[in-house]
T-cell receptor, first 109, second 113 residues
Framework: GQSLEQPSEVTAVEGAIVQINCTYQ??????LSWYQQHDGGAPTFLSY????GLEETGRFSSFLSRSDSYGYLLLQELQMKDSASYFC??????????FGGGTRLMVKP | ETGVTQTPRHLVMGMTNKKSLKCEQH?????MYWYKQSAKKPLELMFV???????ENNSVPSRFSPECPNSSHLFLHLHTLQPEDSALYLC????????????FGPGTRLTVT
């Protein structure tokens, strides 16, 4: 089976940096993805790591360590609009995505 | 705008009703998915269609019946649901099932009374 663990909630202030961690246990691994979902909205794709290391896309970066079964999403220069839920997802056996429970990020002024 | 639309956006139904959820993607993708999102639970994959054929059925109760008439449309037929089936039902599409990037619709908020 596959399971992913991420914190349920994180709070940070505007302009700060926040890191959302994700650990996973999978039978087969083909990559780690991150999705953002605002309240009442659809999940939207943020980033993907297929290999170890850091991927940067603007204010957002994502990191993967396959040996540690661990990844994180780093959000810099936080803005109020970044308040949302963030999901990590693993592509494993069968190439289907399995999602974590989501981390609710609250950005305060 | 993600290119994936779902109707209705909200649905309230009794346990004896029959209703259908509709999903349409305008992205030219060839794989479509149904997910269930309940409060405080991870997104649960329900069904996967690739090239209009079902390739995954994650032990979903038979009161949920999917239909994929073509690569752009996906339906979820509902009958004799239970209150615990109340959830947000999300449709997604991708280019091939091995894609790591899926495009989600806004979902249908279903309440079973």
């Amino acid at each position: 089976g596959q399971s992913l663990e991420q914190p349920s909630e994180v709070t940070a202030v505007e302009g700060a940096i926040v890191q959302i961690n994700c650990t996973y246990q999978t039978s087969g691994f083909y990559g780690l993805s991150w999705y953002q979902q605002h309240d009442g909205g659809a999940p939207t794709f943020l980033s993907y790591n297929g290999l170890d290391g850091l991927e940067e896309t603007g204010r957002f970066s994502s990191f993967l360590s396959r040996s540690d079964s661990y990844g994180y999403l780093l959000l810099q220069e936080l803005q109020m609009k970044d308040s949302a839920s963030y999901f990590c997802a693993v592509r494993g056996v069968g190439n289907m995505l399995t999602f974590g429970g989501g981390t609710r990020l609250m950005v305060k002024p | 705008e993600t290119g994936v639309t779902q109707t209705p956006r909200h649905l309230v139904m009794g346990m004896t009703n029959k209703k259908s959820l509709k999903c349409e993607q305008h992205l030219g993708h060839n794989a479509m998915y149904w997910y269930k999102q309940s409060a405080k639970k991870p997104l649960e994959l329900m069904f996967v269609y690739s090239l209009e054929e079902r390739v995954e059925n994650n032990s979903v109760p038979s009161r949920f019946s999917p239909e994929c008439p073509n690569s752009s449309h996906l339906f979820l037929h509902l009958h004799t649901l239970q209150p615990e089936d109340s959830a947000l039902y999300l449709c997604a599409s991708s280019q091939g099932t091995v894609s790591y990037e899926q495009y989600f619709g806004p979902g249908t908020r279903l309440t079973v009374t």
